[in-house]
C-alpha cells in the first residue's frame, strides 16, 4: 500500500449526513421519510467511537454510511463521508467497492446468520484480502490464524477449516472479528457484535474485541444499545436518538455526567424497585422432580426440576441458552409431556400431555413470548386478537366483548383507538403489550414470560416491565419469568431459580439467591452483567471462576 | 464421508428400488386390466377357437396373474424384455439402439440446456428487475409456451427449407460419423433446449433471488465483493438444492417426454418406439418401455436428492 506514510490523522469525518428511505404504507402513496437528520461525526485514527441509541435511532444506518452502504433501498442524500481525505461518496461504485473489506470491514450482530454456511470459515474469513490483493493466500492465512489466537479461540491452527454450523456463536463472533481484521483495515465497524449472546459469552467476546482493537490499532465504530457494554470498548460516546444527535463525549462524561435528559434515561434505565414479596402459604402450582427430553432416549434437556409458584408472585428462571428454561415452560404447559415428575396445580395433577387437559386447565396457563410480532396473526385486528379468548374460554359475544376488550387496551396503557390496527402498524413494545392483554383476557393464575424483554430496547423493556407489575398487583397473576437478563430479574423477581444444563442449581427467594456466598455458576452469571463503570471487563475476567459455557 | 449422510443416501435409494418394483407392479396390473387378450390380437378376428388355445397355452397366458408378474420379472432382471408381438423380434435388442440414440439426444440437449439456462439465471439476478433481467424472462416465457410441434415445424422452415443449414428429418444409423451425427440431431436438440431452458432458468433465478436476503450476501457486499461474484460464490452454492430438481426433472423430460420431437424429426428414438406400439397394441413392448422410463424417472429423482443431500455443509460435515 503505497501512501501510507501520508494517511490522515482524522480518519473519518462525516458532516451533515442525511440518509432517506421510501416507504410504502398500506393503502397510502408512497413517501419519503429522513432516517437520518444532518449528523456530523469524526474519528481519528485508532480510536473507538461508540454510538447509542434504540433501534430507529439510526445507528447502523450512519456506521453502514461509512461503507457507502444503504441497507435495503436507503439512500444517502445529503452531507459527506470522508474517510482518508476524500469523499466516498463521490467516488463511485467501483471506489465504493474497493474500500469496503479494505479500508473498512464490518461485524454483523448475528455471525450465525453472517457467515455464508456453505463455505469454510478460512474461506471466508481471508475472502477480502485476496479479493483486494493485500496478500497471497498464504499470507492471509497466516495472519488468520494469528488473530484466531489472538481473539482467544480455540485451536487457531484448524479452526479455519471448519463451517460455521460447526462452531458455537460466541466464537463465530469472534472469527468474525478476525474476518474484519485479516485485511488490515483502519476501520471496523461494530454493529452489536455481542446483542445476541448469552451474558456469560459476551463478556469474552467482549474483552477479545477488546484486545484485538488495542493490539492492532485499528478505528472503530462500535454501535449498540447498550451503554453498560459500550463503556467498556469506547473512547468516546455518541447518543442518538430518531437520527438526531442528542448528546456526544467522553465515556466517563457520558455516564457519569450526563447532560441530556434522554442520556440520563438510558443510564439509568434499569433502576425499577421491586419489593420481594414473602411466599404465601401453599403454591398454587408445584413442578416436582420433572425430567424432560425431546425425543425417545434423546438427551435430558430437564433434569429432575423442582419448582414452586406462589400466587401473584412472580419466578424468574434463569440460564444461559441451552439450560432449559423454555423447556421448563413446555413442560408446565404441556407442549412437551415430562418423562417422570408431575405438575400440580391448586392441589390436583395436571395431565401431561396438552391434549388431555380441560379448558378450564388451558384457560390457568397463558404465555407470552419473545417475539411478539410472530405471536400475533398478522391478518387479524388488535381486537380480535385481544378478543379470540374472550369468545374461546368465557363465550363472551358483541358489544361484551367489545367493552372488554376496551377495558384491557386500557390496562396496558394503549388507547380504544387501536382495537382497529393491525399488528404490522404497532412498534415492538405495544406489539408485546397486546400479547399480555391477550393472555389476560383468558383471567389466567399464571401467566409465563419467555423472554418477553430481550428483543426490545431498553426503555422500551422497561416500560413493560413496570407495565406487568402494575398488572400483576391489580389481577394477582404470578408469573414464571424466563430470561438470561439479570437486571430484568432483580428488578421483577420474588424468588429466583438459577438453571444450569438442565438443572436447577440455585432456587430460593430473591434476597438469598442473590447474595453471597454464590455457587460458582451464580458467581458467573452474576459477575457476567455489564456494569457502567469504566474498567469493569478487566476486573469481571480476573475475578471469574469459572468458564462459561460457549466458550 | 460420513455414516448419516451414507444412512440417508442408502434410504433414497432402497426407497427408489422399492418405488419401482411398485411401478412395475403398476405397469403389469395396468396392461392386463386392458380390454382384449394378447392371442386374440395376434391371430387377429378370424382364429379359430382351437388356435386360441393352443397360443395362450403357448406363451403361458393361462397361469394366473401373479405367476406371470414373475416370470415377466424375473425376465427383465436378467436382461429379457421378451419378444414384441408385431414383429417377433426381441424387445431387448431393438430398444438398445433407440435407448441409445434417445440419450444421445437427451445428453446433448443438457450440454446445452442447463449452463445456459443457469448462465442466464444468475444474469437475470445480477441485473433484476432491469431491462436484462425482463429479457432474458420475456424471451424464456416466450419459447417455453409455444407448443414444441410449433417451434419445431419454426426451426425447419428456417434452418431446413429456406437457409439448408442442418437436415429437417433427423436420420441416424449405426457406424454415423460422429459429426454428421450431430448436424443430424441440431435441430431437435435445439427445440428440446428451448423447450425446458425458461423453466431451469426460472427456477435458478427464483432460488438465488431467495438466497439473496441472508444476512451473508451482506456480508459479502461489504467485503468489495462485485455483484456477480457475490451471486457466484455466496448465492449460488446455498440454491444449489432447488437448482439440481429442477435440472433432474427437465433431464427426466428430455429422455422421458420427447415423443413429439421425435415424431417430427422422426428421429429413431424411444419416444416413436413406444408410440408406435400403442398404435399396435402390442403389449410387452409397452411394457418394456413404460418401465424403462419409470426407471430413468425415478433414478435422475434419486439423483436429485442425492445432490441436495451431498449439497447441504450440515450433512456433510456433522458437528
Known amino acids: 500500500m503505497a501512501g501510507q506514510a501520508q494517511k490522515p490523522e482524522l480518519l473519518l469525518d462525516i458532516r451533515k449526513l442525511r440518509i432517506e428511505a421510501t416507504v410504502y404504507p398500506p393503502g397510502e402513496a408512497p413517501k419519503n421519510i429522513v432516517l437520518v437528520h444532518d449528523v456530523s461525526l469524526s474519528l481519528k485514527r485508532g480510536r473507538v467511537l461508540g454510538l447509542i441509541g434504540e433501534s430507529g435511532a439510526g445507528k447502523s444506518t450512519i456506521g453502514l454510511s461509512a461503507m457507502g452502504y444503504g441497507r435495503g433501498g436507503v439512500r444517502i442524500t445529503g ?7 476524500r469523499d466516498i461518496l463521490q467516488s463511485g461504485k467501483r471506489g465504493i467497492r474497493k474500500l469496503r473489506g479494505k479500508e473498512v470491514c464490518y461485524v454483523a450482530q448475528s455471525a450465525a446468520a453472517a457467515f455464508n454456511p456453505a463455505h469454510k470459515l478460512m474461506d471466508q474469513v481471508i475472502e477480502a484480502s485476496l479479493e483486494h490483493g493485500t496478500g497471497t493466500r498464504a499470507q492471509a492465512e497466516k495472519r488468520a490464524v494469528e488473530l484466531f489466537r489472538k481473539l482467544s479461540l480455540p485451536d487457531p491452527e484448524n479452526i479455519g477449516e471448519r463451517y460455521p454450523h460447526q462452531v458455537s456463536g460466541g466464537q463465530l463472533q469472534r472469527v468474525m472479528t478476525a474476518m474484519a481484521l485479516c485485511s488490515e483495515p483502519d476501520l471496523i465497524v461494530f454493529d452489536e457484535p455481542t446483542t445476541a449472546l448469552d451474558v ?3 463478556i469474552d467476546v467482549l474483552a477479545a474485541i477488546k484486545d484485538a482493537i488495542r493490539d492492532t490499532g485499528v478505528a472503530a465504530l462500535y454501535i449498540t444499545h447498550d451503554l453498560a457494554v459500550v463503556a467498556q470498548v469506547s473512547d468516546e460516546i455518541m447518543v442518538l436518538r430518531h437520527g438526531r444527535l442528542v448528546e456526544w463525549g467522553g465515556t466517563q462524561q457520558i455516564i457519569k455526567e450526563p447532560r441530556q435528559e434522554y442520556t440520563n434515561a438510558l443510564v439509568s434505565v434499569h433502576e ?13 402450582l408445584s413442578v416436582k422432580n420433572v425430567t424432560a427430553a425431546y425425543g425417545r432416549g434423546g438427551p435430558k434437556v430437564l433434569k429432575d426440576v423442582s419448582v414452586d409458584i406462589y400466587p401473584g408472585q412472580t419466578l424468574a428462571v434463569v440460564g444461559e441458552s441451552g439450560s432449559g428454561k423454555s423447556t421448563l415452560a413446555r413442560a408446565i404447559t404441556g407442549l412437551l409431556p415430562p418423562e417422570q415428575g408431575t405438575v400440580t396445580f391448586d392441589g390436583r395433577p395436571l395431565a401431561n400431555r396438552l391434549a388431555d387437559r380441560p ?5 390457568q396457563l397463558q404465555m407470552i413470548y419473545q417475539m411478539a410480532d410472530v405471536a400475533m396473526n398478522p391478518r387479524q385486528t388488535v381486537g380480535t ?3 379470540r379468548p374472550l369468545e374461546f374460554y368465557f363465550g363472551m359475544r358483541g358489544a361484551e366483548r367489545d367493552r372488554r376488550v376496551a377495558e384491557l387496551l386500557d390496562k396496558i396503557e394503549m388507547g380504544k383507538g387501536f382495537a382497529d390496527r393491525y399488528p404490522a402498524e404497532l412498534s415492538g413494545g405495544q ?3 397486546v400479547c399480555i392483554a391477550r393472555s389476560l383476557a383468558a383471567k389466567p393464575k399464571l401467566i409465563i414470560c419467555d423472554e418477553v424483554t430481550s428483543a426490545l430496547d431498553p426503555l422500551v423493556a422497561n416500560g413493560i416491565l413496570k407495565l406487568l407489575l402494575g398488572l400483576q398487583k391489580e389481577e394477582q397473576v404470578a408469573y414464571l419469568f424466563i430470561t438470561h437478563d439479570l437486571a430484568t430479574v432483580k428488578s421483577i423477581a420474588d424468588s429466583i431459580a438459577v438453571m444450569y444444563r438442565g438443572e436447577v442449581v440455585r432456587y430460593g427467594p430473591k434476597s438469598k439467591v442473590l447474595a453471597p456466598p454464590f455457587d460458582d455458576y451464580t458467581d458467573l452469571l452474576l459477575s457476567s452483567v455489564p456494569e457502567m463503570e469504566i474498567g469493569w471487563l478487566e476486573k469481571a475476567i480476573k475475578g471469574r471462576r469459572m468458564e462459561s459455557a460457549g466458550n | 464421508m460420513s455414516s448419516p449422510i451414507l444412512k440417508l443416501i442408502a434410504q433414497r435409494i432402497a426407497l427408489g428400488v422399492l418405488l419401482l418394483l411398485a411401478v412395475s407392479v ?8 386392458l380390454p382384449g387378450d394378447v392371442a386374440q390380437s395376434i391371430l387377429g378376428q378370424s382364429a379359430t377357437p382351437e388356435s386360441l388355445a393352443n397360443l395362450r397355452a403357448e406363451l403361458g397366458l393361462n397361469e394366473p396373474a401373479y405367476v406371470r408378474y414373475f416370470t415377466w420379472l424375473g425376465g427383465i432382471l436378467t436382461g429379457d424384455l421378451g419378444t414384441a408381438l408385431s414383429s417377433g423380434q426381441d424387445i431387448a435388442t431393438s430398444i ?3 435407448l441409445w440414440n434417445t440419450l444421445f439426444l437427451a445428453f446433448w440437449a443438457a450440454v446445452v440446456s442447463i449452463p445456459l439456462a443457469i448462465s442466464l439465471g444468475l444474469l437475470a439476478v445480477r441485473y433484476r428487475n432491469g431491462w436484462v433481467d425482463k429479457l432474458i424472462s420475456g424471451l424464456a416465457l416466450a419459447s417455453t409456451s409455444f407448443p414444441e410441434f410449433f417451434i419445431g415445424y419454426l426451426l425447419v422452415y428456417f434452418f431446413a427449407v429456406k437457409w439448408q443449414l442442418f437436415p429437417g428429418i433427423s436420420t441416424v444409423y449405426d457406424g454415423m460419423p460422429f459429426l454428421a451425427r450431430m448436424q443430424a440431431i441440431a435441430l431437435p436438440a435445439a427445440v428440446l433446449t428451448l423447450v425446458v431452458l425458461a423453466h431451469m432458468m426460472r427456477m435458478t433465478r427464483a432460488a438465488i433471488l431467495n438466497v439473496m436476503q441472508s444476512a451473508y450476501i451482506e456480508t459479502a457486499e461489504l467485503k468489495g465483493l462485485s455483484a456477480i461474484d457475490v451471486i457466484r460464490r455466496h448465492a449460488f452454492p446455498n440454491a444449489i438444492a432447488p437448482i439440481i430438481n429442477v435440472v433432474m426433472l427437465n433431464l427426466a423430460f428430455l429422455i422421458v417426454g420427447v415423443v413429439v420431437v421425435e415424431v417430427i424429426f422422426v428421429y429413431p428414438g424411444m419416444g416413436q418406439y413406444l408410440v408406435d406400439h400403442v398404435a399396435k397394441r402390442d403389449v410387452p413392448v409397452v411394457q418394456a418401455v413404460g418401465l424403462i422410463f419409470a426407471a430413468v424417472y425415478i433414478t435422475l429423482n434419486i439423483v436429485a436428492d442425492i445432490g441436495a443431500i451431498v449439497a447441504n455443509p450440515r450433512l456433510r460435515h456433522p458437528k
Open chain 1, 200 to 202: 456469560t459469552t459476551q
Open chain 1, 359 to 363: 379448558k378450564e386447565d388451558l384457560r
Open chain 1, 385 to 387: 386478537i385481544i378478543g
Open chain 1, 272 to 284: 425499577i424497585t421491586h419489593d420481594e414479596q414473602v411466599p404465601g402459604e401453599a403454591p398454587f
Open chain 2, 26 to 33: 403398476l405397469i403389469f396390473a395396468g396392461t392386463q386390466i
Open chain 2, 96 to 98: 438398445g439402439g433407440r
Open chain 1, 79 to 85: 452531507g459527506e463521508v470522508m474517510l482518508n481525505g
Open chain 1, 431 to 433: 406489539k408485546q403489550r
